[in-house]
């Protein structure tokens, strides 16, 4: 029987479901030949009240070094997130050679090149961050060893709960923006500030680490383009309707010969696609690889025992010697800033002549050829909102429409622009 002796560092909502499922399937782990002991744990409040059931033999501790300098910790969780204590912890845990587990997808997509460097000096520590993308989806572990032997060309998905869950709503029920979100703070799937989730930071965190394990690049995050959910209306929902199709706030990777592309933007995509019908908080990730076409992996992106189970599955995998640190793959290539595809473009106007008129001369001499006009049955003359869609284009020549659009008197807003799937 194989002993492995874990430190973990938090007892929050992710630490308590690690130490729920690591207690309930203890001999399940057993009848593989593998025993995990949790000798301490460590916290702020040592004397909280927990909502979980700790095994009689762990220490309850909140001195970090109580983990790091017991020789007989042979691998750390952390749970505690952010970029700044967890950094400590996970880069001291290395050195001292005790594998890590993290959900961590802020501290592994701000320091990648940090910890590939240090794992290569430190090969003795384990390092597995499956629970940082996608909750309870495997899809670390598939692009890294499910899917080594065929080339990855593309990744799309779904990775925020959150922003699913509101633009599903908004959907469902034709609701504004402001009051959908409301109601998602209030049942908890929105913090009381929920810039890191609308705005799109979390799930450029994400991709980016797609991005290192399937392409085998680090990009700097502050350099991926990202457009958050915040300036969605019911509108546009509608005229997404009438193209055949649903707003999904998508992250992208796609590698094209020796570039790249990268982003993170709320998108027009068809009901036909895998994507469209995926709601609520659930996530999603299509690949798209040159055997198998497409594969697409659904399943719960956050809460305390998915994220638990994807890091209990990593501490498995290191206790049987499975190499789970998957930056091994480099490749270089240029990033594309340039991002190519179809545009939906709404403008907010003071109705009167001549003004898709105006609208085409401006695309065209950005040189974008438009595809459709769009225009809902006007219920205020002096604020409609009009849309027009493009032929294939690039992110910088869509950009310089909406400056000249914005500029014209009619426009009473900088117009808002999203690609189309």
């Not at 497409?294 to 994807?310: D, I």
């Not at 995998?317 to 473009?345: M, P, Q, R, T, W």
């Amino acid at each position: 029987m194989k002993t492995i002796t874990l430190g973990i560092f938090g007892g929050g909502t992710v630490g308590g479901g690690v130490v729920e499922i690591l207690s309930q399937q203890k001999a399940v782990f057993e009848a593989q030949g593998i025993c995990i002991e949790i000798k301490k744990l460590c916290v702020r409040d040592t004397g909280k009240k927990r909502d979980f059931q700790l095994p009689e033999e762990t220490i309850v501790v909140s001195d970090f070094s109580k983990i790091l300098e017991d020789e007989e910790i042979d691998l750390v969780v952390e749970c505690i997130g952010g970029t700044t204590k967890a950094k400590d912890i996970v880069f001291e845990s290395i050195k001292k050679g005790k594998s890590v587990v993290t959900a961590n997808k802020a501290l592994i997509s701000a320091y990648l090149s940090e910890l590939e460097a240090l794992l290569a000096q430190y090969p003795k520590a384990g390092f597995g961050f499956e629970a940082s993308v996608g909750g309870g989806i495997p899809i670390i572990h598939t692009l890294a060893r499910d899917l080594v032997g065929d080339p990855i060309q593309k990744i799309s998905g779904i990775l925020n709960g959150t922003t699913n869950f509101i633009l599903s709503k908004m959907e469902k029920e034709g609701a504004d923006y402001a009051k959908t979100l409301k109601e998602a703070q209030d049942l908890g799937y929105a913090e009381s500030d929920p810039t890191a989730d609308i705005e799109g930071y979390d799930a450029r965190s994400k991709i980016a680490i797609l991005a290192k394990v399937a392409f085998g690049v680090v990009v700097e995050e502050s350099s991926i383009f990202m457009k958050g959910i915040s300036q969605i209306t019911k509108e546009d929902f509608a005229y997404a309707d009438l193209l055949g199709g649903t707003i999904k706030l998508l992250v992208v990777a796609e590698k094209k010969g020796n570039s790249f592309s990268i982003y993170v933007s709320p998108m027009i995509v068809p009901y036909s696609h895998n994507l469209a019908p995926i709601g609520g908080a659930t996530n999603a990730v299509l690949i798209g690889s040159k055997y198998l076409s497409e594969t697409v992996l659904v399943g719960q992106g956050a809460g305390r025992f998915p994220t638990a189970n994807a890091i209990v599955s990593d501490i498995l995998l290191i206790a049987h010697g499975v190499d789970v640190a998957a930056f091994s793959k480099k490749e270089s290539l240029v990033k594309d800033d340039n991002i190519e595809g179809k545009f939906y473009i709404r403008m907010r106007i003071k109705d009167g002549l001549g003004i898709v008129r105006r609208v085409a001369e401006c695309c065209e001499k950005a040189g974008v050829s438009i595809d459709s006009v769009q225009q809902l049955p006007i219920e205020n003359p002096n604020d409609v909102p009009f849309v027009v869609t493009t032929d294939k284009t690039t992110l910088s020549a869509i950009e310089k429409v909406c400056e000249e659009v914005g500029r014209e008197t009619f426009c009473l807003e900088k117009p808002f622009f999203m690609p189309i799937l």
